[in-house]
């Protein structure tokens, strides 16, 4: 084989077995007729069964021509006809002697090492698998079908190293070994050299509708999205869109605030791949965004029936759960967020068991998962924590600060005065005897609705004082960049333009960098301790969904949040009381998008109703 010839080892050796003219079939039964028992027909006719799909004729046909002639080729033919069959002992069987008949034959150990892997013998399939490469070492394809096997049994390093020699020995213009080197990058988190690839590829077929559709899923991954939609938008263009490309282009939509876009491209996905579990999954994330969260509910529980134990129903548990605490079902809802553990990176030291929220009197560890805004939010729940045993908590750096200065706060003081509640920045202690995340402890309380703690955080010296003139105001405007969906939370400070224009107001940036001309800004380094001190010295916050506003939230400093249409579950009317008071943080006030329009759009009412609101809050400072 040369290079040029990769496509003939995909899917082992099927590919040969159907170089055949299904046409052929009738002219080979009558050549057959005029020659009984001719081993060459009968294995022809074995193999034109076989491209037809006709597998129980190939078995006979070929399980007649090794009658009288067993060389390995017909024995290969009947093992992989007998594999489709679902008979795998039987193809083991045939295969082996296929082996044995000819040990120097790569076919031969290409279709054993398939029938291996069928029967779970998945040492024996890796060494016939190696013993083909050995036969071959310079054809690309069979480095290529290692590395496929490597990767769908999780040896990730191997895949990468087989896959980069088959992309060594292919022609310069060959699709498939770049497409899986490229693939195997990605999965190893290696986005940037995959999309390098992925580019590659575009410029040597720049009209195959796979490699753009490829290179837009990377190009998502990196969060380049309008570089992604161009891709998969060019991808639908050449050719008939793929159920995989229709739902990424979705993702894409979604990321924009797209929402009447997305739902087309996933209603056109499903009816390509009805039933598809990952296509329902980012469906009913896309209708609970959209307000729709009975239809999203239904969906997830569908999915947790039909794929109990898979990932695809624990991340169907864990988006249900966002639906039962948007609606305030706490209990329920702190059961299936668990869910979130079987999809995240695991805690720190994997040594320690789980707690479970029982008392002890050797210390636990507490550890945050993701954003710093999740870590602030849950904070509130340690004395609670501390009160069944003494605690670790592990704390970001850029937290640390802020955190040992908040000791002094009422909420802490019986912490403090038990001396329970120990601050690190090093997992390592050998004392500690379970690990826990803060995100679980409402579930492991067995609390309910947050507890009234605010405040739980403070500035190490407010800087408040009364009577000032004219008020300062905080404005944070944008989250991080490098989250999927900021475009939809964060604001473009154009849109902020009727804010921005009230009189007598001494605006102070809460983002880190540039900022307007007249802002007062934060210090370009510094952790939240110094955001939290700029934070003490103002009138109000307004922000968009961010660390900031919960740092605002739980430092009992009046917030105005700016919340996308199907904002986070913990703004949602389910963590409202019946007094119009947020349960989490009582002074905020929400001024949410109001539709599921595109994001330029959907900002316009609830910018005018804070620039109206502060016009009032002004005067009456004033």
């Known amino acids: 084989m040369d290079k040029s010839a990769t496509r003939g080892i995909v899917c082992f050796v099927e590919a040969q077995l159907k170089d055949h003219d299904p046409a052929s079939y009738d002219e080979l039964k009558a050549r057959l007729a005029r020659n009984p028992g001719d081993p060459l027909l009968l294995h022809g006719l074995a193999k034109a069964a076989f491209t037809q799909g006709r597998f129980d004729q190939a ?68 060494a016939a698998l190696r013993m083909a490469l050995d036969q071959r070492p310079l054809e690309a394809g069979y480095p290529l079908v290692l590395s496929q096997f490597l990767t769908r049994h999780g040896h990730p390093a191997e895949a990468l190293a087989m896959a980069r020699r088959a992309t060594r020995l292919a022609a ?29 590829l575009c410029s040597l077929h720049p009209t195959d509708p796979a490699v753009w559709a490829n290179h837009g899923a990377i190009l998502f991954e990196l969060g380049r999205l309008d570089d992604a939609c161009i891709a998969l938008e060019k991808a639908s263009a050449l050719g008939s869109p793929t159920a995989e490309t229709l739902t990424n282009l979705g993702l894409v939509h979604m990321a924009f605030g797209h929402l009447a876009e997305a739902e087309k491209d996933f209603s056109k996905a499903i009816a390509l791949k009805p039933g598809d579990l990952r296509i329902l999954l980012n469906q009913g994330t896309l209708l609970n ?47 299936d967020f668990e869910a979130r553990r079987l999809l995240l ?11 479970d929220g029982g008392p002890s009197e050797k210390p636990i560890l507490l550890c945050g998962e993701q954003g710093l805004g999740d870590y602030i939010q849950f904070l509130r729940f340690v004395p609670m924590a501390v009160e069944r045993a003494p605690v670790h908590l ?17 909420v802490w003081q019986h912490v403090q005065e038990r001396g329970r509640l120990k601050l690190v920045t090093s997992a390592s202690d050998k004392t500690v005897v379970a690990k826990a995340s803060l995100l679980s402890l409402p579930h492991l309380l067995d609390e309910g609705r947050p507890p009234e703690t605010v405040p739980y955080l403070c500035a190490a010296q407010p800087r408040v004082s009364q009577d000032r003139q004219p008020p300062r105001i905080g404005l944070c405007w944008s989250g991080n960049p490098g989250y999927r969906f900021d475009r939809r939370r964060s604001i473009a400070l154009d849109l902020l333009e009727p804010i921005l224009k009230t009189d007598g107001v001494q605006w102070v940036s809460l983002n880190r ?22 934070v003490s010295s103002l009138d109000l916050v307004i922000s968009v969904d961010t660390a900031v506003a919960h740092l605002a939230g739980a430092m009992g400093v009046p917030l105005w949040l700016l919340n996308r249409s199907g904002g986070d579950w913990r703004w949602a009317e389910g963590n409202w009381d019946r007094q119009g008071r947020h349960l ?3 002074q905020v006030r929400l001024f949410a998008q109001e539709t599921a329009d595109r994001p330029d759009i959907a900002w316009r009412k609830p910018v005018a109703r804070v620039a109206e609101a502060l016009r009032i809050f002004v005067a009456r400072k004033s």
């Open 394 to 410: 592990l704390v970001p750096d850029g937290l640390m600060g802020l955190v040992e200065q908040s000791l002094t706060l009422p």
């Open 59 to 126: 078995v006979g046909y070929a399980g007649l021509a090794v009658r009288t002639d067993p060389r390995a080729e017909f024995h290969v033919t009947l093992g992989l006809a007998l594999l489709r069959l679902g008979h795998v002992e039987a193809a083991l069987g045939a295969l082996r002697v296929a082996v044995l008949t000819d040990p120097s034959n790569p076919s031969a150990q290409l279709a054993l090492s398939e029938a291996c892997e069928a029967a779970g013998l998945l040492v024996d399939a890796e």
């Open 172 to 200: 310069t213009d060959d699709v498939i070994t770049r497409q899986h080197e490229a693939t195997v990058l990605g999965a190893a988190g290696d986005h940037v050299a995959a999309e390098i690839l992925f580019a590659e």
């Open 513 to 534: 960098g540039t900022a307007p001309s007249g802002f007062e800004r934060l210090p370009e380094h510094g952790d939240m301790a110094v955001t939290a001190a700029a």
């Open 584 to 586: 989490w943080y009582p």
């Open 289 to 335: 965004d959209l307000g729709r969260r009975e239809e999203a509910a239904d969906l997830f529980r569908q999915i947790m029936r039909n794929a109990a134990g898979t990932v695809d129903a624990a991340r169907a548990r864990f988006n249900l759960a966002t639906v039962e605490l948007a609606e305030g079902r706490f209990v329920e809802g702190w059961w």
């Open 345 to 355: 990176q695991p805690l720190p030291r994997p040594d320690l068991p789980d707690w």
